[in-house]
C-alpha cells in the first residue's frame, strides 16, 4: 500500500538523531521550558524572519493565543474558510471571538477576497488566513486588504512550513502566525506540538504569559492563561527533523511537478498552479472528481491510500449549525468538499510510487 504518511520509512539517521536528543533531555533532567525549546524557539523565528517564536502545546492552542494576546475576544469577529481544519474554527471559538466564515476561490481551495470583503462588519478584528495545503498566495492584496480594512492579518501556517511568496517566509506577513507541528504536518513531532511567530514584542510578551497561566513572574498572574507549552523533548526532536525539512520538502515539491505532469485522466481536474516554486510546500496534493467514491476505491484497489481534506466543512457541522458566513453562502467551498481528494505526497515515497500513484489516477474510469 502506497500510504499517506510513512514515518516507519524515513532515514535511520533521523531516528538515531532523535532518539540522541531525547537522551540528552533525559540527562538534562529539564522538562519543561528549558534550553531546547528557547533553541528550537530561536531557530524557528530565523526560519520565518520572524523576531519572537513561542513554543506552545498544539497549533490550536497557539491560534487561541495569538487572538487573545492581540486582544481578540467576546464580541468580536474574526473571518476565515470553511476549508479547513476544524481546530481553525474552534481556536477562534475558544478565544471567546465569533468565527465568520468565508467562501473560497474554485481554482485554488484558498479564501476569496471578495467572499472576505462581504464578510467584514464593523466588528471584524482579525482575518485567520489559512495557507491551505501548504499554499501561500497573493499575500501582497491580503496585507494590502488587512491593512486598509484595519483588520489583523493572523496566519494560519500549520500546514504551510517553510513556503515563502516573495522571498518572504509564511509566518511573517501578518501580525501573528500559528504553527503546528501535529506528526503529519510537515514539520511534525512524536506528539502534539505547535508554535506562534510574531514580529510585535508586547504580542510576545502576553502569549509567553497566556501559554504559562497567565503568568508573569513566578506565582504571579496578571492575566487568566492556559497551560500550553512545547516540552523539551518535543522541542529536542523538532530541533533534528527541522535539519531534514529543507530537503523533505524539495521532495515534496519534486512528487507535485511529477503528478501534475503525469496525471492525465480528463476525470480528474487539478487545482491551479502556485505562483512561484517557493510558495508551495505541497503538505497535501489535491485533485477533485465528480466521482470520487469510485475513485477512492479504484485507489485502494491498487494499493494506493487516499484521503479527503475536507469532506465536511466547518458550517456543515453538527456542532455549528448557526456559524455566520457569507451572505452570499458558501457555493465553492461545498463544491469542493464535495470532490476534492488527497493522494500520497510525502517524502518518502519512490519514484516508482510516484508513477504507481499517476498510473492508478489514469487508468480509473468510473464503473
Ligand atoms: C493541523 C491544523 C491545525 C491544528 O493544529 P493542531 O496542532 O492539531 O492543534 C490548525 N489549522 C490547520 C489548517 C491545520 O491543518
Redesign the pocket.
Given at each position: 500500500m502506497i500510504l499517506m504518511n510513512d514515518f516507519k520509512a524515513e532515514p535511520a539517521e533521523l531516528r538515531e538523531r532523535m532518539v540522541t536528543a531525547v537522551r540528552r533531555v533525559f540527562d538534562s533532567g529539564w522538562y519543561i521550558l528549558g534550553k531546547e525549546l528557547s533553541n528550537f524557539e530561536a531557530e524557528w523565528a530565523r526560519q520565518c524572519g520572524t523576531a519572537h517564536a513561542l513554543g506552545v502545546g498544539?497549533?490550536?492552542?497557539?491560534?487561541e493565543i495569538a487572538l487573545r494576546g492581540l486582544g481578540i475576544g467576546p464580541g468580536d469577529e474574526v473571518i476565515t474558510t470553511s476549508m479547513?481544519?476544524f481546530?481553525?474554527v474552534l481556536?477562534i471559538v475558544r478565544a471567546g471571538a465569533t468565527p465568520v466564515l468565508a467562501d473560497i476561490d474554485a481554482e485554488t481551495a484558498l479564501l476569496s477576497a471578495a467572499s472576505v470583503e462581504r464578510c467584514i462588519t464593523p466588528r471584524t478584528k482579525a482575518l485567520l488566513l489559512?495557507h491551505?495545503y501548504g499554499q501561500v498566495r497573493d499575500m501582497d492584496a491580503w496585507v494590502a486588504l488587512c491593512s486598509q480594512r484595519n483588520i489583523h492579518l493572523v496566519e494560519?501556517c500549520?500546514?504551510a512550513h517553510l513556503a515563502s511568496w516573495g522571498g518572504r517566509s509564511a509566518g511573517g506577513f501578518g501580525s501573528a502566525a500559528?504553527f503546528?507541528?501535529?506528526p503529519t504536518?510537515n514539520l511534525g513531532a512524536i506528539g502534539?506540538?505547535?508554535m506562534l511567530v510574531t514580529n510585535d514584542q508586547a504580542l510576545a510578551v502576553r502569549a509567553a504569559q497566556l501559554r504559562n497561566y497567565g503568568q508573569s513572574v513566578r506565582y504571579h498572574h496578571p492575566v487568566i492563561g492556559l497551560n500550553s507549552r512545547l516540552d523539551e523533548i518535543q522541542a529536542a526532536i523538532l530541533g533534528e527533523r527541522l535539519a531534514y525539512l529543507p530537503a523533505f520538502t524539495a521532495r515534496r515539491r519534486e512528487i507535485a511537478v511529477q503528478y501534475r505532469a503525469s496525471i492525465r485522466n480528463p476525470l480528474l481536474t487539478q487545482l491551479a498552479p502556485a505562483q512561484e516554486d517557493a510558495a508551495h510546500v505541497h503538505?497535501l496534493y489535491v485533485l477533485q472528481c465528480t466521482q470520487r467514491d469510485d475513485l477512492i476505491a479504484h485507489l485502494a484497489r491498487s494499493g494506493v491510500q487516499s484521503l479527503v481534506h475536507y469532506p465536511v466543512p466547518v458550517h456543515a457541522q453538527e456542532s455549528c449549525p448557526d456559524i455566520a458566513r457569507d451572505p452570499a453562502g458558501l457555493p465553492n467551498t461545498e463544491h469542493h468538499a464535495a470532490t476534492c481528494l488527497s493522494i500520497p505526497c510525502h517524502p518518502q515515497m519512490a519514484e516508482a510510487d510516484v508513477e504507481a500513484v499517476a498510473n492508478a489516477l489514469n487508468a480509473f474510469s468510473p464503473s
Amino acid at each position: 500500500m502506497i500510504l499517506m504518511n510513512d514515518f516507519k520509512a524515513e532515514p535511520a539517521e533521523l531516528r538515531e538523531r532523535m532518539v540522541t536528543a531525547v537522551r540528552r533531555v533525559f540527562d538534562s533532567g529539564w522538562y519543561i521550558l528549558g534550553k531546547e525549546l528557547s533553541n528550537f524557539e530561536a531557530e524557528w523565528a530565523r526560519q520565518c524572519g520572524t523576531a519572537h517564536a513561542l513554543g506552545v502545546g498544539n497549533g490550536m492552542d497557539a491560534i487561541e493565543i495569538a487572538l487573545r494576546g492581540l486582544g481578540i475576544g467576546p464580541g468580536d469577529e474574526v473571518i476565515t474558510t470553511s476549508m479547513t481544519a476544524f481546530a481553525s474554527v474552534l481556536a477562534i471559538v475558544r478565544a471567546g471571538a465569533t468565527p465568520v466564515l468565508a467562501d473560497i476561490d474554485a481554482e485554488t481551495a484558498l479564501l476569496s477576497a471578495a467572499s472576505v470583503e462581504r464578510c467584514i462588519t464593523p466588528r471584524t478584528k482579525a482575518l485567520l488566513l489559512v495557507h491551505l495545503y501548504g499554499q501561500v498566495r497573493d499575500m501582497d492584496a491580503w496585507v494590502a486588504l488587512c491593512s486598509q480594512r484595519n483588520i489583523h492579518l493572523v496566519e494560519d501556517c500549520a500546514q504551510a512550513h517553510l513556503a515563502s511568496w516573495g522571498g518572504r517566509s509564511a509566518g511573517g506577513f501578518g501580525s501573528a502566525a500559528a504553527f503546528s507541528f501535529y506528526p503529519t504536518k510537515n514539520l511534525g513531532a512524536i506528539g502534539d506540538g505547535g508554535m506562534l511567530v510574531t514580529n510585535d514584542q508586547a504580542l510576545a510578551v502576553r502569549a509567553a504569559q497566556l501559554r504559562n497561566y497567565g503568568q508573569s513572574v513566578r506565582y504571579h498572574h496578571p492575566v487568566i492563561g492556559l497551560n500550553s507549552r512545547l516540552d523539551e523533548i518535543q522541542a529536542a526532536i523538532l530541533g533534528e527533523r527541522l535539519a531534514y525539512l529543507p530537503a523533505f520538502t524539495a521532495r515534496r515539491r519534486e512528487i507535485a511537478v511529477q503528478y501534475r505532469a503525469s496525471i492525465r485522466n480528463p476525470l480528474l481536474t487539478q487545482l491551479a498552479p502556485a505562483q512561484e516554486d517557493a510558495a508551495h510546500v505541497h503538505h497535501l496534493y489535491v485533485l477533485q472528481c465528480t466521482q470520487r467514491d469510485d475513485l477512492i476505491a479504484h485507489l485502494a484497489r491498487s494499493g494506493v491510500q487516499s484521503l479527503v481534506h475536507y469532506p465536511v466543512p466547518v458550517h456543515a457541522q453538527e456542532s455549528c449549525p448557526d456559524i455566520a458566513r457569507d451572505p452570499a453562502g458558501l457555493p465553492n467551498t461545498e463544491h469542493h468538499a464535495a470532490t476534492c481528494l488527497s493522494i500520497p505526497c510525502h517524502p518518502q515515497m519512490a519514484e516508482a510510487d510516484v508513477e504507481a500513484v499517476a498510473n492508478a489516477l489514469n487508468a480509473f474510469s468510473p464503473s
